[in-house]
């Protein structure tokens, strides 16, 4: 799979003060992990804004290039976690995690879905439930995304992570049972848009009353 590279610098100064300064100056502060250990860097947020085009995936390899590390030729990470300022909806913190060659690694990949389903073209109504999956793979196995054919689901049917493709290397981790799509009966939308909608009336008048016997 293709791997994407950043440049990265370490950083010495820590705490909030700190990472504020950073990110003033356009950079992002990150913490890259590796078994129990941890090193403090920074990443331009120009750079990594390009990478994702705001859609970060952590199916994504890095080839994550230190600027003043001894020795490195480059690691390989994939992002564990991110932080997003819910104001700006800015990446304010972003966590590496280093890849060992020859070790499994376990991280969630989104899915994408191809095609219109038969039973939509009906009148159905396309329920996507699962957006990521989990899976266990080597990083060579990682996939970006996982492609699903929906096209031939019928109203009332659905796919399950046990009914998926088996891609090599890739073991998908969770319920088998669990559904990732499913087309329903207009009926069944219906019924459960109304019920959503009487619960949140129901919701708004036990807020009223409470708020009158204040």
């Known amino acids: 799979m293709q791997s994407h590279v950043l440049n990265a610098d370490l950083r010495t100064e820590k705490g909030k003060n700190a990472c504020n300064k950073i990110r003033s100056g356009g950079f992002i502060p990150a913490v890259m992990y590796s078994h129990g250990e941890s090193e403090a860097l920074q990443v331009s947020a120009k750079d990594f804004s390009t990478m994702f085009k705001g859609h970060i995936s952590e199916s994504v390899l890095i080839d994550l290039n230190i600027k003043g590390k001894s020795g490195s030729d480059g690691d390989k990470v994939f992002i564990k976690d991110y932080q997003v300022d819910p104001v700006t909806d800015k990446v304010i913190h972003l966590d590496f995690y280093k890849i060992t060659a020859g070790e499994k690694i376990t991280t969630k990949v989104p899915v994408e879905l191809v095609g219109t389903p038969t039973g939509a073209r009906k009148g159905g109504i396309l329920e996507h439930m699962e957006r990521d999956l989990e899976i266990e793979c080597l990083p060579r196995n990682l996939r970006e995304k996982i492609e699903i054919d929906v096209t031939n689901l019928e109203i009332g049917e659905s796919i399950h992570i ?10 998908f981790l969770g319920d088998g049972d669990r559904i990732i799509v499913a087309v329903l009966a207009p009926t069944k939308a219906t019924e459960k848009e109304e019920g959503e909608a009487v619960e949140g009336v129901e919701a708004a008048e036990a807020a009223e009353t409470s708020e009158g016997e204040e």
């Open 162 to 171: 046990k009914d998926l493709k088996e891609y090599e290397g890739v073991e």
